[in-house]
């Protein structure tokens, strides 16, 4: 039975091989493609039950076939036709079932009441934690964007940084020119005064030996003789001299 599910099912798939290139490809790009970043949904919260394990939905589809009684008697029957076919047998272990079945009712009937509001209060702790947590993350989320936002403004100012180290730069070398000039200035001006003073120096020691040769030359052709003429005439004209002074004093 199994082997031939096993070659009705590989025929099915060979019949359909399109269809499942197209799901494998499906499944690839879905692999391959970048997830999402939405919000994933909360999973929903379980339907209403009865009896804790017959779900709602189960009456309200038997209700308008069968009425309120429509499952309640399915159950029986079923479980009577199970029991007259002898699919079920009780026996020894039908007993304990039953009984650890009421033990468990029992406690779930005691302490469910109880373990719930433990189970909710540690729900609410746990979304209380995520919530802190998430709280924190969204605050250093948004202390990296003012972060992010103060770089940016620095990134801005940078331009105006660097147009002032540039005039600072330039400012630099503009001095460096004018001292270089001001040296060039004062080296060539300190040449030409040397080289000023070098010829006033010539003329100055051209004149006095000037001075010289026409000093020592005169006095060497003058003789004795009029040496003591010259005296003599000096003498006298000292002498003509005191006496017009006298004369005006006592006029």
């Not at 590989?10 to 019949?15: D, E, N, T």
């Not at 490809?25 to 919000?39: D, E, F, G, I, V």
């Not at 804790?52 to 209700?63: M, R, S």
């Not at 460096?176 to 001001?182: V, W």
């Amino acid at each position: 039975m199994l082997s031939r599910v096993i070659a009705v099912s590989a025929s099915g798939l060979k019949s359909t091989a399109p269809l499942g290139a197209g799901l494998i490809q499906a499944s690839r790009s879905l692999h391959t493609s970048s997830p999402s970043l939405a919000p994933v949904a909360p999973l929903p919260e379980g339907g209403k039950v009865r009896h804790g394990i017959v779900p709602e939905e189960f009456f309200q589809l038997l209700y308008p076939k069968t009425g309120a009684t429509g499952p309640y008697m399915l159950g029986t029957g079923l479980s009577v036709w199970l029991l007259s076919k002898e699919l079920y047998v009780i026996n020894h272990e039908t007993v304990a079932a039953l009984t650890i079945g009421t033990v468990f009712v029992l406690a779930v009937k005691k302490f469910g009441p109880s373990f719930a509001s433990a189970m909710d209060k540690m729900e609410e702790e746990k979304a209380a934690w995520i919530e802190e947590v998430k709280d924190q993350a969204m605050a250093c989320y948004v202390d990296a964007i003012a972060e992010e936002k103060k770089e940016q403004w620095r990134v801005e100012g940078r331009s105006m940084l660097f147009d002032a180290k540039r005039n600072n730069v330039s400012m630099l070398l503009e001095t460096n020119y004018r001292e270089r000039l001001h040296h060039a200035n004062h080296e060539v001006k300190r040449r030409l005064d040397y080289q000023l003073a070098l010829q006033h120096l010539k003329v100055r020691m051209e004149k006095e030996h000037m001075v010289n040769w026409v000093e020592k030359n005169v006095v060497g052709s003058i003789t004795a003789q009029q040496e003591k003429e010259s005296i003599a005439k000096c003498i006298s004209d000292l002498n003509v001299l005191a006496k017009n002074i006298q004369a005006k004093a006592t006029v």
